[in-house]
C-alpha cells in the first residue's frame, strides 16, 4: 500500500473523531514526513516519504483517476 493510501485510510477511520491535525516537516533534497494526529482519540499515523514512494503514489493515482 502506498503512502497516500495509508493517508486516506486513516482520515476515513477518524473522520467521524471530529478534528485532524496534520504536521509536515519541511522536505529534505531526498524525503518528508508527514503527520496526521486524530485529536480526539490521539492516534496517529506518521509516515517519511521519499521520491520513489511519491512518485509510485502519483502514477497509481493518475491511473486510478482514469479509470473512472
Known sequence: ??????????VRQHRSCGILAIHLEPPTE??????????RCAMALSRTV??????W???????ALALN
Do not use: P
Open 30 to 39: 531526498a524525503t518528508y514526513c508527514i503527520e496526521i494526529t486524530c485529536r
Open 57 to 63: 503514489d502519483l502514477v497509481h493515482t493518475d491511473l
Open 1 to 10: 500500500m502506498g503512502v497516500l493510501a495509508d493517508l486516506r485510510k486513516f
Open 50 to 55: 521519499d521520491a520513489g514512494a511519491a512518485s
